[in-house]
């Protein structure tokens, strides 16, 4: 192999390995915006379909939610039991 292919190999492996620290600091420094998961307790116990958790989330409820909390009524795509 001449010197211009092994420079020009070396060259592609540190832009593919500069490439791969980029994208995993990336990964690592995204926000961690994840919903909290449903507390494991007597309140939450058996919950299983959406429609359990407005009886107390819902305006006039025991625990409503903010106006600014995503579409409601779709608990658990977001958030885990």
Do not use: W, Y
């Not at 620290?21 to 299983?48: C, M, N, T, W, Y």
Request: contains cysteine; hydrophobic residues 40%; charged residues 25%.
């Amino acid at each position: 192999m001449s010197k211009a292919r092994r420079r020009k190999a070396l060259k592609s492996n540190l832009a593919f390995a500069a490439a791969v620290v980029v994208i995993l600091s990336a990964l690592f420094l995204l926000p961690k915006d994840r919903a909290q998961d449903i507390p494991d307790d007597e309140v939450h116990a058996g919950l299983g379909f959406d429609a359990q958790c407005l009886q107390c989330h819902s305006p006039g409820g025991l625990a409503p939610l903010s106006d600014e909390h995503p579409p409601k009524g779709k608990c658990l795509e977001c958030h885990q039991i």
